[in-house]
Each structure stands twice: as structure tokens, then as C-alpha cells.
């Protein structure tokens, strides 16, 4: 009868081989021809960037320091629910220098009407009109960002995609000159979200949908962590804990939208 101790060593190499490989160069092939893909991340508070997305960023990043695309990333709220707004928005700023994203292709976003709150979800309409000077002027492709569930269930997350959805479905892309961009959503696992480096090794098996995943390295969950670090206002310990255990650190699947 096998032991748990002869289990995971049974298991070892496997997930060791997983976990170094290299990193994911998956794009979202949403480029116009004879241009690159450019992508906005679109989250709600600072951090999200790293608990949720950081396998995509790795990837999107390395992709963009080799000419083959950019990435912006936008949080639509200082997270000043707790009167933190001013110290998060330094930490996102920290967090994203860490994944390679530039100045200039960061901004953080502080309108009365987009505050950090657990209870209401955002406007979509507000949310829309904000972001659609920045996939206009940075000529957006892609627009990346939570699904329905919004990973945990808060409700500012599940109202950034009511925004880009808004944005997207409304007059407000219907310049002859403004190409509208395709929008993919990350696809909650509420089931196996605390599953660790096992999330890479088996996310392969778990996929529903065609859409691409992105697969962090040991190198590349080095580097979520570094992001962590940047983030202090966020690191309680329980919370803390189930981040280093997160899927999210490992495995990103997307899930186009169409409409």
C-alpha cells in the first residue's frame, strides 16, 4: 500500500517538470496586421494586479521587452477602503516596476464614484467613460480582466467587467479610426484556488475552453512573490497565506467574451 510519503516522491519529478519549464509565450493573437498587440489590464484595486494575474504579466512583460507587444495596466481604485489609498497606490506603482511595466504604461484610477467598497458593485457606465481615453489613446487590442465571479466574489472586481463589457457593447468605439478590442475574462476556479504549484501541473487537464493559458515557471512565481513583497498593506498573515498557496500564482486561463 502506497504511503503519502511514497506518493509525493512518486509525484516529485513530475511537478518539478512542470514547474521549470519555460515560460508561457502565449499572446491573445488579437494584433492588426502589420502591428503589435496591445493590451490593458484591467483590475480593481492595487494588488490585484499580483494575487490574480501575475503568470499573465510575467509573459505579457517578457513579450514586451522583446518587441513583440505592450501591456498597460490600469486599477481602477486607490483601494482607500480602509484609508490606505495613498500607501497602495505607491505599492502598485512597486509591485509593477518588479513584472518590468514602465511608468507610463501604469495609472491608477481615483474617481468618487469607483471607491473601494465590498458591498456595492461600480457603475458600468462610469467605469466605461474612464477607460476609454486610455484604449483610445494606447490603441488597445485586448482588454484582459476579472469574469462574473470576479475570483472571490467582490463586487468591485465583478464590476470591472460590467465596465469593459459597457465599453465595448456602447457608441463609444464607433470611430471609423478606433479599432474595438476583443476581451477576455479570467476564469474563476473557486474549487481549486488554494491548490498551489499543483494548479500547474494540472491545469492542463482541467481547461474547458480554448482560450489561452498562461503557465508561471519557478522563476516566474519567484517574481509574483517579489510583487507580494511590494504590496505590505495586504500582507496579514491568513492572507498572506492563502496568496503563496493561490492558483492564481501559477495558472491564468482566459475566456474570450464575444457579443
Given amino acids: 500500500m502506497l504511503t503519502t510519503q511514497r506518493i509525493l516522491l512518486l509525484l516529485l519529478p513530475l511537478i518539478a517538470g512542470s514547474l521549470l519549464r519555460p515560460r508561457t509565450k502565449h499572446t491573445f ?40 507587444g505592450d501591456i498597460f495596466v490600469v486599477s481602477l481604485s486607490t483601494g482607500n477602503a480602509k484609508g490606505l489609498g495613498d500607501a497602495r497606490r505607491e505599492e502598485f506603482g512597486r ?26 458593485a461600480w457603475d458600468p ?3 466605461a467613460e474612464e477607460i476609454h481615453p486610455l484604449v483610445v489613446e494606447h490603441n488597445i487590442t485586448t482588454i484582459l480582466t476579472f469574469d462574473s465571479h470576479g475570483i472571490t466574489g467582490h463586487p468591485n472586481h465583478r464590476s470591472a467587467l460590467a465596465g469593459a463589457v459597457h465599453l465595448i457593447s456602447s457608441t463609444l468605439l464607433l470611430s471609423p479610426s478606433t479599432v474595438c478590442p476583443r476581451l477576455f475574462t479570467l476564469y474563476s476556479r473557486p474549487s481549486t484556488k488554494h491548490l498551489g504549484p499543483l494548479a500547474a501541473f494540472v491545469a492542463p487537464g482541467y481547461i474547458s475552453s480554448p482560450g489561452p493559458v498562461f503557465v508561471a515557471s519557478l522563476v516566474d512565481y519567484v517574481t509574483a512573490l517579489r510583487a507580494m513583497s511590494k504590496h505590505p498593506s495586504q500582507l496579514r498573515l491568513i492572507p498572506f497565506m492563502k496568496g503563496l498557496f493561490s492558483r492564481y500564482l501559477w495558472v491564468n486561463e482566459w475566456v474570450e467574451v464575444t457579443m
Fill in 29 to 68: 493573437g488579437t494584433a492588426l496586421a502589420g502591428h503589435k498587440e496591445r493590451t490593458l489590464l484591467l483590475t480593481a484595486h492595487p494588488d490585484d494586479e499580483t494575487f490574480f494575474f501575475s503568470p499573465t504579466l510575467t509573459a505579457l512583460s517578457y513579450s514586451s521587452m522583446h518587441g513583440l
Fill in 125 to 127: 457606465a462610469v467605469i
Fill in 95 to 120: 509591485a509593477l516596476e518588479i513584472f518590468g511595466i514602465r511608468e507610463e504604461r501604469r495609472s491608477i484610477l481615483d474617481h468618487p464614484y469607483l471607491q473601494d467598497n465590498k458591498t456595492s
